[in-house]
């Protein structure tokens, strides 16, 4: 039973408030939804008192009358505080702090990026600053190249340092810092050149000004204004991070992170954010091709030659065999099943994926384990990582982890009586002090940096540490019967930490492919469960619906390759699957070759839809709604921010189609995407959330839809001024709540349906805090989801038999590991121009030593023979590797389909 925290009781303005205790004033006022204005201040990164723009007056007692200027980022909230935030002393040096930021300022603003959306211009209209009286030369600077994600420009910088704290102290980075001279003070890097870490994007909505810009933005620049926007979800990992979608002429012109509490917060990776090009991509499927002959090249076709071929196809005599995909929504893939039969539907992945998918569902549901969101990831205080690379896997948990590794030293501040919210002395008590981290993978990590204890081995040997910390725990797990004596050891402490923890957590996953690490894992969760212990288990998941496509029944790819073999299939069906990413080539083109017919739906033009005898122009994320499930269950839905233009269609709706054409009797069908949700959930009841917590098409608030586009939005005559001098009639949106206008209620949606941040006075991103019940809270009214998997019946004494003997190196036979990238291994971001410049070339990595033994250097290539593979490629050496182990670039552009791990064996060209 949780107690209430008692609240403390404060006067502002002499109005009094009940606060929360243990907050400084600054986000106590911004909770309460009082204004003041603020540069270095960020919720997610505490107070540092840098800027001097949010200064009250506070008063000693009642009687003092003169009261003194402070920070409010600095004072901590304290029972019978008075403060005023209108006082003239207040109001005037707040303006001055303003004035001699404006300085050497330029007067860009109307050709600044950041233009409209600026808290900079937001700040100094709030102090009231309107005239410049500075008549001098100004202090400029020289921009940098900070590679294709970032625009810079130095003279517009206030010097608020939230950049460099957000890149180097909360997310790791290291390549960007402050230089200072005298007077002058420059935020970038040493040289130019490419900014490294992975959450660089970041800085676009951490600076206050527009000293960092979205540089794929400014290829298409838009005023912030005249951007439609949606509520979004990332199809780019597992995570499921929440993100807005903005157009502008029927393309996607940026994503922006949106925020949820329980999920991403205010970040995201920069696959997510700029990820997003493939939508407008060339290579997209616009038009409907047909082959009108097996072996004739894919032309594009009329209407009556589709219908006849389609008719054809979808005959009720013929056999249609479905294939789905963990990328497409749930709603698609369960159309696919409804079209094909529940009997004849395929999850588009492999048979290994698919079992160590849906072992990780059951475990899920039934050990009675909590799966955690990031922000109760960010609350572990003992970790261990088997097996996963989580800066390329799921870049976001490895975001949460850098913030978990600082718990253990918040407790220490907080005993000290430090507030956490006061950045500076909290760093300077923990200098090197984390919390407990202990990474078991094949190679180095980026996170060992924060790690306590980093262990480096074969599959095998993460499996033996893993069952050995399981058996510490409690005896009754299973224990290899060759335990090395210092992987005991190693085991034993990392036992100790997790038993020892008030939050621990344990992260696994299954994109390295083997199962008796992912079973090591979920031993050392039931191990520690049984010890009374709440315990959190993270798995990751190699794509975006992963998770929901485990919800619904199907077959893996191997099957319906099997059955290519035994039996002719009259009609196969592809859903946004390019299955040549999923199996060999041979089996894929043997499958193909025993099709009389090919569908497929799908975005981009692939190796798969180079085959396909009818091709359908599937919609994106952008161009559609529907439901994805992310590894920790959280149901999530997207919705459409381009209005579908050409025969692009929304892939539920080209399947419902087929069904109609297939069976010409039916009478009931999905015209709107409230019917094919009522349809899963009748279907389907794990979905029945779906539809009783996510607002339904029918939403409404004061009797209209939510608007899509800001009060501001302007052109929308001109923009079709060669269509038609009047104004064209606005697009409607059957499928959701959402309108493509800006008539509508602007403020508070429900959290799910937020499609832009703005209320009066705040136009930058900053204006968020209106739509928290706190800064860095949750949503008023709730995050954004709802979980499908909750703790299910404790069995503490349920365990997987594991016994890997530890690895050996056999003469030249060598064991080949898939080593993930962020940039590269992701199929939709690797079509994005600006992801495609940031993608390496295919590598192999090995240790100096195995380099050695065939006398090849850093760089140069190799011959890689692997069963029914042949490759060219070249190496890099990693010297954290095991030997005989080698490590094999996944999905690179150019790269084929390898079951990894696997075994090969190399030469030296």
Excluded at 13 to 20: I, L, P, R
Excluded at 163 to 175: P, S, T
Excluded at 245 to 255: A, D, F, P, Q
Excluded at 858 to 863: L, T, V
Aim: with cysteine.
């Amino acid at each position: 039973m949780s107690l209430e925290v008692a609240m403390t009781k404060i006067r502002i303005d002499g109005k009094y408030y009940e606060v929360t205790p243990k907050k400084n004033l600054l986000e106590t006022c911004l909770a309460l939804g009082l204004d003041i204005p603020h540069f270095c201040f960020h919720p997610a990164l505490g107070s540092v008192g840098a800027c001097r723009l949010c200064a009250v007056k506070k008063f000693k007692d009642q009687d003092d009358t003169r009261g003194r200027i402070v920070m409010s980022c600095m004072e901590p909230v304290t029972e019978g505080l008075i403060v005023s935030i209108e006082d003239p002393d207040a109001k005037a040096f707040r303006s001055a702090v303003i004035e001699s930021l404006m300085t050497n300022h330029p007067h860009d603003c109307p050709v600044c990026d950041e233009g409209g959306e600026c808290h900079l211009q937001d700040m100094t209209v709030m102090t009231g600053h309107n005239y410049r009286r500075f008549d001098f030369k100004k202090r400029t600077y020289n921009n940098q190249d900070l590679g294709p994600f970032i625009k810079h420009e130095m003279n517009r910088c206030i010097q608020c340092y939230r950049c460099v704290r957000f890149y180097r102290d909360y997310a790791g980075g290291k390549d960007l810092n402050v230089f200072a001279s005298h007077n002058n003070v420059y935020f970038g890097r040493h040289e130019d050149g490419t900014l490294e870490n992975e959450f660089s994007g970041n800085l676009v909505e951490v600076c206050p000004t527009g000293v960092f810009t979205d540089k794929t933005l400014n290829k298409h620049f838009t005023r912030k204004w005249d951007l439609s926007n949606s509520p979004s979800v990332c199809v780019h990992c597992s995570v499921g991070c929440n993100t807005i979608t903005s157009e502008r002429y029927g393309s996607l012109r940026r994503i922006m992170n949106r925020y949820n509490g329980a999920v991403n917060g205010y970040f995201i990776c920069d696959r997510g954010r700029f990820g997003y090009e493939f939508v407008n991509d060339g290579k997209r499927i616009r038009k409907i091709k047909m082959r009108p002959e097996k072996n004739v090249i894919q032309e594009k076709a009329d209407n009556e030659k589709v219908m006849a071929l389609l008719e054809k196809a979808l005959s009720k005599n013929n056999k249609i065999v479905g294939i789905g995909s963990p990328r497409a929504s749930i709603e698609s893939n369960y159309a696919l099943s409804v079209l094909a039969g529940k009997e004849n539907f395929y999850h588009g992945i492999s048979r290994k994926e698919q079992h160590l998918t849906k072992t990780v569902l059951d475990y899920l549901q039934n050990s009675g384990v909590h799966t955690p969101s990031l922000k109760q990831i960010e609350k572990a205080d003992a970790v261990i990582i088997l097996g996963e690379d989580l800066t390329n896997t799921a870049p976001m948990i490895a975001l949460a982890l850098r913030q978990a590794a600082r718990n253990k030293p918040k407790e220490e501040a907080d005993k000290k009586g430090i507030p956490l919210w006061n950045d500076a002395p909290v760093r300077e008590l923990a200098q090197e002090a984390r919390s407990p981290i202990y990474i078991v993978t094949p190679f180095n990590d980026s996170l060992d940096e924060i790690a306590e204890t980093s262990f480096r081995g074969s599959y095998e040997e993460i499996a033996i540490v893993g069952s050995a910390v399981a058996s510490s725990l409690n005896e009754k797990a299973p224990v290899p019967k060759k335990i090395p004596k210092e992987h005991k050891n190693f085991a034993e402490k990392i036992a100790a930490s997790l038993k020892g923890a008030k939050n621990p957590l344990i992260i696994s996953g299954i994109t390295s492919g083997d199962e008796d690490i992912l079973h090591a894992g979920m031993n050392i969760a039931t191990a520690l469960l049984s010890t009374g212990k709440k315990v959190m288990f993270t798995v990751v998941l190699p794509e975006c619906n992963s998770m929901g496509l485990a919800f619904i029944p199907g077959k893996p790819l191997d099957d319906a390759v099997s059955l290519g073999i035994d039996e002719k299939i009259d009609t196969l069906v592809i859903l946004e699957n390019d299955l040549y990413r999923r199996a060999t080539k041979e089996s894929v083109d043997h499958l193909f070759e025993s099709c009389r017919q090919i569908i497929v739906l799908d975005l981009l033009e692939n190796q798969t839809s180079l085959h396909a005898d009818i091709l359908l122009p599937a919609a994106t994320f952008a161009e559609s709604e529907g439901t994805l499930v992310n590894n920790e269950g959280r149901a999530q839905r997207f919705y459409k921010a381009i209005i579908i233009k050409d025969q692009v269609k929304e892939s539920w709706r080209w399947i419902s189609e087929l069904i109609k054409i297939r069976d010409k009797n039916q009478v009931a069908s999905w015209t709107r995407f409230d019917d094919i949700i009522s349809s899963l959930v009748n279907e389907l009841p794990v979905f029945s959330k779906i539809r009783e917590y996510m607002p339904d098409s029918d939403f409404r608030m004061l009797n209209a839809k939510i608007p899509r586009q800001t009060m501001r939005y302007s052109g929308r005559t001109a923009m079709n001024a060669h269509l038609a001098v009047s104004e064209t009639r606005v697009s409607g949106d059957p499928d959701s709540p959402l309108a493509f206008s800006m008539e509508g209620l602007q403020e508070s949606p429900p959290s799910s349906l937020v499609p832009f941040y703005w209320t009066p006075g705040w136009n930058s991103v900053q204006a968020l805090y209106n739509y928290l019940d706190e800064p860095n809270g949750s949503m008023k009214g709730g995050d954004p989801g709802i979980r499908l998997i909750e703790p299910g019946n404790v069995n503490k004494n349920s365990y997987f038999e594991i016994n890997p003997q530890p690895f050996e190196h056999q003469n030249d036979d060598w064991l080949v590991i898939p080593v993930y990238q962020i940039f590269g291994s992701e199929e939709l971001s690797s079509s994005s121009s600006a992801i495609a410049q940031r993608i390496q070339e295919p590598f192999l990595i090995l240790n100096q030593k195995d380099a050695e033994i065939f006398n090849i250097k850093d760089g140069e290539p190799i011959r890689l023979e692997m069963p029914g593979q042949n490759l060219k490629i070249k190496v890099k050496i990693e010297n954290s590797l095991r030997h005989g182990i080698t490590g094999l670039s996944v999905n690179l552009p150019g790269m084929q389909f390898i079951d990894m791990p696997c075994h090969g064996k190399i030469f030296k060209l």
